[in-house]
């Protein structure tokens, strides 16, 4: 069977640390590359990302750099979507690194299933103890809940995938929301179950993905998230699930009960017991990376469970505070 033409499309904003590391193994595919281009939009970066994602695209025929001066990724990818020319369309992150096969086995995924998009589960890059516990605790199911797309090991139908593939007639009949600054992707895919399509999470379309290195940014990554979703879910209510909500309705839980449990006995019990639960999950994950990664790295992700989740609920909370004061005006 004829192969089809394939584009992928990298979004990038002051990514100079990370842009080479990506582009060099979009080079390296498996892929024939006569069938393969490369589109980069950078997002006006103030740092060398343009350069260096210049360097490698001069050199290689098929692959062009583009520019966004409105910055948002979801701006970059529907220019890659408007200038492409393949087939099929694949949009990359300038944070990833995909494996050799990962065009052929995202293109073999897409011809099988008949499904709209295919992507593969989010595997963390990572270069030290911090990040070692920030990436566990995005694969673990206490971190991110029914989000299945972070942790499969076998192929399933998802409501999202990471780096979504799918033909380029999908992705110019349905481009991406550019009034989502995040979550664009999941607003996308939520977008394309609710037209009766489906979408596929195979192991096999391996990629790494650099998570951030502190857990301050983790909980600033988080705490968009969290404010995004409130847009996201504001035009897909049906899509709402707990993982979505409990954080939010956790935070506004200690919002209202830890100033209470100052002053009663009562308000102090209710706060105990519905954090001791958690406590001790947290501990245990905790230990157990120590044991596999070492003390500084079980300690990381001891603090870095409740910033993702606190920070998510926040956000949320704050995204719905805001979409009910630009109501009221």
Request: aromatic residues 6%; hydrophobic residues 45%.
């Given at each position: 069977?004829?192969?089809?033409?394939?584009?992928?499309?990298?979004?990038?904003?002051?990514?100079?640390?990370?842009?080479?590391?990506?582009?060099?193994?979009?080079?390296?595919?498996?892929?024939?590359?006569?069938?393969?281009?490369?589109?980069?939009?950078?997002?006006?970066?103030?740092?060398?990302?343009?350069?260096?994602?210049?360097?490698?695209?001069?050199?290689?025929?098929?692959?062009?750099?583009?520019?966004?001066?409105?910055?948002?990724?979801?701006?970059?990818?529907?220019?890659?979507?408007?200038?492409?020319?393949?087939?099929?369309?694949?949009?990359?992150?300038?944070?990833?690194?995909?494996?050799?096969?990962?065009?052929?086995?995202?293109?073999?995924?897409?011809?099988?299933?008949?499904?709209?998009?295919?992507?593969?589960?989010?595997?963390?890059?990572?270069?030290?103890?911090?990040?070692?516990?920030?990436?566990?605790?995005?694969?673990?199911?206490?971190?991110?809940?029914?989000?299945?797309?972070?942790?499969?090991?076998?192929?399933?139908?998802?409501?999202?995938?990471?780096?979504?593939?799918?033909?380029?007639?999908?992705?110019?009949?349905?481009?991406?929301?550019?009034?989502?600054?995040?979550?664009?992707?999941?607003?996308?895919?939520?977008?394309?179950?609710?037209?009766?399509?489906?979408?596929?999470?195979?192991?096999?379309?391996?990629?790494?993905?650099?998570?951030?290195?502190?857990?301050?940014?983790?909980?600033?990554?988080?705490?968009?998230?969290?404010?995004?979703?409130?847009?996201?879910?504001?035009?897909?209510?049906?899509?709402?699930?707990?993982?979505?909500?409990?954080?939010?309705?956790?935070?506004?839980?200690?919002?209202?009960?830890?100033?209470?449990?100052?002053?009663?006995?009562?308000?102090?019990?209710?706060?105990?017991?519905?954090?001791?639960?958690?406590?001790?999950?947290?501990?245990?994950?905790?230990?157990?990376?120590?044991?596999?990664?070492?003390?500084?790295?079980?300690?990381?992700?001891?603090?870095?469970?409740?910033?993702?989740?606190?920070?998510?609920?926040?956000?949320?909370?704050?995204?719905?505070?805001?979409?009910?004061?630009?109501r009221r005006s």
């Amino acid at each position: 069977m004829k192969q089809p033409k394939v584009t992928l499309v990298v979004a990038a904003r002051n990514e100079e640390a990370n842009i080479e590391a990506c582009l060099r193994s979009l080079a390296a595919q498996d892929y024939d590359p006569a069938l393969l281009k490369v589109l980069v939009v950078d997002g006006e970066s103030s740092d060398r990302t343009r350069e260096r994602a210049e360097a490698a695209v001069g050199r290689r025929p098929g692959w062009r750099l583009l520019d966004n001066p409105r910055r948002i990724q979801a701006v970059s990818w529907n220019l890659g979507i408007r200038e492409a020319t393949g087939d099929v369309l694949g949009i990359v992150s300038g944070h990833a690194e995909l494996a050799p096969d990962y065009v052929s086995q995202a293109v073999e995924t897409l011809r099988r299933t008949g499904a709209a998009m295919v992507g593969g589960p989010v595997t963390a890059l990572t270069d030290g103890p911090i990040s070692a516990a920030i990436g566990a605790a995005m694969a673990s199911p206490f971190g991110v809940g029914g989000a299945r797309h972070h942790y499969l090991t076998t192929e399933a139908e998802t409501d999202t995938v990471f780096m979504g593939v799918a033909t380029s007639e999908t992705y110019r009949a349905n481009p991406f929301d550019e009034e989502m600054v995040r979550n664009q992707d999941d607003e996308l895919s939520y977008r394309l179950i609710d037209a009766g399509h489906v979408i596929v999470c195979n192991p096999a379309i391996r990629s790494r993905y650099r998570v951030r290195s502190s857990i301050a940014a983790l909980a600033r990554q988080y705490w968009a998230y969290g404010y995004w979703k409130v847009a996201v879910l504001a035009r897909h209510p049906r899509r709402a699930k707990a993982r979505h909500l409990l954080p939010a309705l956790v935070v506004g839980g200690i919002a209202v009960i830890g100033p209470l449990a100052l002053v009663s006995g009562s308000a102090r019990a209710l706060l105990l017991a519905g954090s001791l639960p958690y406590v001790a999950i947290d501990a245990a994950l905790a230990t157990r990376q120590a044991r596999e990664k070492g003390a500084a790295s079980g300690l990381a992700l001891s603090v870095a469970f409740p910033a993702m989740h606190v920070s998510y609920g926040a956000g949320f909370v704050r995204g719905l505070w805001d979409a009910w004061r630009r109501r009221r005006s």
